[in-house]
Nanobody, 120 residues
Framework: VQLQASGGGLVQPGGSLRLSCAASGSFVSINDMGWYRQAPGKQRELVADISSGGVPNYAGSVLGRYFIARDNAKNTVDLQMNSLLPEDTAVYFC???????????????WGQGTLVTVSS
């Protein structure tokens, strides 16, 4: 199982970026998908996640600015980030809770991080 993230980069304050993540490999099912971030010197924190049924959950700091969506047919999750602030600067990690095969419990998988820098 692999999670491949893309879409990070440099953006000015007030700008927008879209992150995408695709799950690939062999697995039975995907439960929650989402994004965490880790700023320099800080702990990794939840940004947003979304259930297999499409119910989103957001950190308070991004509520109203970020929007998460998934495509179950394509096994992808996207994060639209608007009105970006310098404090949004961080490495963003895609994550998903995946059952790799029958008889095995679902567990959390992580993608590689993608850097988002918000600066003028």
């Amino acid at each position: 199982v692999q999670l491949q993230a893309s879409g990070g980069g440099l953006v000015q304050p007030g700008g927008s970026l879209r992150l995408s993540c695709a799950a690939s490999g062999s697995f039975v099912s995907i439960n929650d998908m989402g994004w965490y971030r880790q700023a320099p010197g800080k702990q990794r924190e939840l940004v947003a996640d979304i259930s297999s049924g499409g119910v989103p959950n957001y950190a308070g700091s991004v509520l109203g600015r970020y929007f998460i969506a998934r495509d179950n047919a394509k096994n992808t999750v996207d994060l639209q980030m608007n009105s970006l602030l310098p404090e949004d600067t961080a490495v963003y990690f895609c994550t998903a809770i995946i059952r790799p095969y029958w008889g095995r419990d679902a567990r959390r998988y992580w993608g590689q991080g993608t850097l988002v820098t918000v600066s003028s």
